[in-house]
């Protein structure tokens, strides 16, 4: 690229470091606003430790937002920074800090005050500014306009005035909240970036001879990220740490106000004042040490998380541990570096923690475990560790960093709950996220007669389930969906009898909805699924009485069905006997007549054949039909009845009715059921005529079937009773057709029921179809 000695270099913005450097702003802000807080509630040299730890962390986050919104500028020639200078713009940054802290923290702020300060504020920050751009060494000279260099200047000292207020209103941490923090420190930020960004706008740069670049370095990638990752971990433990304090602060004037009103009570008891005051103030002093101690350690550092911290390399090698883990460990740095750390571990833990920690670094998964490592006194506590993978722009892990939480106390409020569940009389188990067992209370175990070690995992399924039941696959998509579930299994009793259970499970979710534990219970369900089935076989018994009345009040209808095919192969049968003892037989009428004898063969097999299936007894037998296909069949089982009766039939039957799953027996004695009351309920009426209409449809829930007679209808007092069992107008019937109809067409998971009419009778029903299932 060409660059002209006379004109201005033309730079552009990187606006995802211009957004950082925002963020940065507002975080820093943020963070201020907190600090103001703990500085005004300080006293003493807890007061300079505050300002001195403020100024630090905030004037590390306003100079990281000017640098880093300088590193966002680009100019088409390389630009590498003086680092004395640049350390001079951070030292800058902090003594501004410091003012702008000892000013908002003050008791009292006038007008003046505020002006002085924001002046030295203002200056401090545009002083800044402009140290960082002299740091800056390239192949160019720096030229300002006067009149944006003095914007800039006026903008810094006003924003200073501002947040000045703002930090001097919301020091009392009575009169924040966190959305007004958020929206005070969003308003600083943007202050400082404007003002920044005002700076920069009023620089122009022309090109010159090459610059000296002694002490000058040039900022990496890695480093300009480095940079906003020290500064965003400072401002994250500054605000950590002010919120521990503040927590404390607020525990010990709690003890404080407790302390006076105990020693106000004793001061009322004349016999015993001096003992209670001895005892008062010891616990004063005792209170008042902790104190002393606790405001110590917050002294060492103000970065230090009250939190166990690790760190590790891409390999897995924990390298790095904080004050927290070393203090309860007792082992230094150097001790713990490598697979040191794994010798705190509990023996019964180490396996399984390592082997999850190698496959969580193997796969670059976060990591997640319950484990018990050893304290420096011997004893061992429960903790969850967790670790997360920090990965490059190229999704490669260059880092893994992780906590450890003590949860002692809540492993031993599970213990107490596990002890309880023991004594319950159920059969209760406790599962991980991906369905294995961690836990069988005593029941279960006495139960199966597995030992707890044989249960765990999945053997509570492969050691105790009918080998039928083990349907590994089905049982791990029920845990995997998520969602509670019931699902029937056979378990195998410690005598080695197998009973029907009901295995009911809930998850128990985090925070975030993830699946972290299973609980259930298993209930033995062995009676009701024999009574069930008990139930059943008295069921389809009862449907095949009705059945067999059925055939019995059809037999002439049966007699005239057979005998007609029977009549016409007698015939055929004796005119092809008269065509062979004839001299010339006419093959081609000999050949129709025995063609007519198969068919009506066939017919009469086929009718026999429907009334057989209607006559044996056996469990049902479900398979995919055709509705149509039913009804036409009834109908030609029916026919004779139906002339015998003088009933005009008309179908009105759809094409292309979905597919439905069902017992065909069962659905041709509901038809059967519903045409012979409609022709008993005609045959009685002389005035209107007998018309009978069958029809079917589409439906919303399925398929609909209609049966219509135009008889004298059902009266409404009847119409409620229809459906009880045994209750019927006929003097030969026994009541329990329209009731088994309905319970066969309910447990095909459809309807059955009668629609009120003006003249005549109309029942349907509807059934599912496989479209609708799907």
Known sequence: MIISANVALTGSYDYSEVARSVFIAIAASYAALDLAGRVTAARGRIRLAWLGGGATAMGIGIWAMHFKGMLAFHLPVPVEYHWPTVLASLLMAILASAVALYVASRQKLGLVDALIGSITMGAGIAGLHYLCMAAMRLPASTSYSPLLVACSILLAILFSLIALLMAFGLREETRWSIPRRLG????????????????????????????????????????????????????????????VDRRASGEVRQLNLDLERRVAERTLQLEAVNQALRREIAEREQAEEALRRSEDRLRLVIDTIPQQIWSSPPDGSLDFFNAQWLSFKGFTQEEMQGQGWQRTLHPDDRERVVRAWRESVAKGTPYEQEERHQGANGQYRWFLARGVPLRDSQGQIIRWYGTNTDIEDRKEAEGRLRLVIDTLPAMV????????????????????????????????????????????????????????????????????????????????????????????????????????????????????????????????????????????????????????????????????????????????????????????????????????????DVITLLRNELTRNRVQLRTELAANLPRVQGDPVQLQQVLINLILNAIEAMRLSTEQPRKLVISSANNSDGVLVQVQDYGPGIEPERAKLIFEPFFTTKTEGIGMGLSISRSIIESHGGRLWNVPLSHGALFQFTLPSDRISD
């Open 429 to 632: 188990w406790s599962k991980l996220p991906d369905g294995s067992a961690d836990f069988l209370n005593q029941r279960f175990l006495e139960y199966t007669g597995l030992s707890l070690k044989e249960g765990l995992d999945w053997g509570w399924m492969f050691n105790a389930f009918h080998p039928e039941d083990r349907a590994e696959e089905e049982w791990r998509a029920a845990f995997a969906a998520g969602e509670p579930f019931e699902k029937e299994a056979r378990l195998r009793r410690a005598d080695g009898a197998y009973r029907w259970f009901l295995f009911r499970g809930v998850p128990q979710r985090d925070e975030l909805g993830h699946v972290v534990k299973w609980y259930g219970t298993s209930t033995d369900i062995e009676d009701r699924r024999r009574a069930e089935e008990a139930l059943l076989e008295a069921q389809d018994k009862l449907a095949h009485v009705t059945r067999t009345q059925a055939m019995g009040e059809l037999a002439a209808t049966i007699a005239h069905e057979v005998n007609q095919p029977l009549t016409a192969i007698v015939t055929n049968a004796n005119f092809s006997l008269r065509q062979l003892k004839s001299s010339n037989p006419n093959l081609d009428e000999l050949r129709a007549a025995i063609t007519e004898i198969v068919n009506d063969g066939t017919r009469a097999s086929a009718v026999i054949s429907r009334i057989r299936g209607l006559l044996v007894t056996g469990s049902s037998r479900r398979t995919e039909l055709e509705i149509n296909e039913i009804i036409q």
């Open 184 to 243: 005070s420190a969003t308003v600083m930020g943007l202050a400082v970036s404007a003002m920044h960004y005002t700076g920069m706008a009023a620089a122009h740069f022309i090109p010159t001879s090459p610059p000296d670049l002694s002490h000058a370095v040039s900022i990496s990638p890695l480093a300009n990220n480095g940079i906003a990752i020290v500064t965003l971990i400072v401002l994250v433990a500054a605000s950590v740490t002010s919120s």
